[in-house]
């Protein structure tokens, strides 16, 4: 199993749409959460990071449910922009190794007009 | 936000030459850099994590001696595929953190392809 399972879509909405991604985790000893946007062929990128309490930053709402060890991404208003794959993220603090970022395996996201 | 640059962006090779990339903190001191590879269509995957002036750490499965790593000062740490091979061909992306955030952020990536 996964250590971080996302669906890998691809999720084509029209512009305007609300689209929601799901991720789940497998080690609970996970400490921090958040989600990456990537371009084709491009580095990934901080999107935001994710809180037990819920935070939204503009049309982006993301949603941690530790006990259930899963996360949320929601998008309302899709834009054109918007369009890229979104990775889950799960930050672990490993005894003696220091803190590894684990990544899922992106679900992909087209708008289209 | 932060600024990390990799050198070169994209690079050809033969089989059996070896490739270094370089990983620059540019307006930050980068206590931690990591290197992550990732395949088409696949997530990235942590190869390896560097502290200023130690040894990197490597992930399992990951060899040592075949990706060599050097994070000489708090700006740059140089990843080296040894004799490289096609299957080595990746894009292969750095991170760094510095000493007042956890927060990774990352180079645009080198993409290399052995011929």
């Known amino acids: 199993r996964k250590e971080v399972e996302q669906d890998p879509g691809p999720f084509n909405v029209p512009e305007g749409a609300t689209v929601a991604f799901n991720c789940t985790y497998s080690?609970?000893?996970?400490?921090?959460f958040f989600w990456y946007r990537q371009d084709c062929r491009k580095e990934p990128k901080l999107l935001m990071s994710v809180y037990s309490s819920g935070n939204e930053d503009g049309r982006f709402t993301a949603q941690l449910n530790r006990a259930s060890q899963y996360i949320s991404l929601l998008i309302r208003d899709s834009k054109l922009s918007d369009s890229a794959t979104y990775l889950c993220v799960v930050n672990i603090m490993r005894r003696n190794a220091g803190n590894m970022l684990t990544f899922g395996g992106g679900t992909r996201l087209m708008v289209k007009p | 936000g932060a600024v990390v640059s990799q050198h070169p962006s994209w690079v050809i090779c033969k089989s059996g030459t070896s490739v270094k990339i370089e990983c620059r903190s540019l307006d930050f001191q980068a206590t931690t850099m990591f290197w992550y590879r990732q395949f088409p269509k696949q997530s990235l995957m942590l190869m390896a994590t560097s502290n200023e002036g130690s040894k990197a750490t490597y992930e399992q499965g990951v060899e040592k001696d075949k990706f060599l790593i050097n994070h000489a000062s708090l700006t740059l740490s140089t990843l080296t595929v040894t004799s490289a091979h096609p299957e080595d061909s990746s894009f292969y992306i750095c991170?760094?953190?510095?000493?007042?955030?956890?927060?990774?952020?990352f180079g645009p990536g080198t993409r290399l392809t052995v011929l």
């Open positions: 080690n609970s000893a996970s400490q921090s």
């Open positions: 991170s760094a953190t510095g000493t007042r955030t956890d927060t990774q952020y």
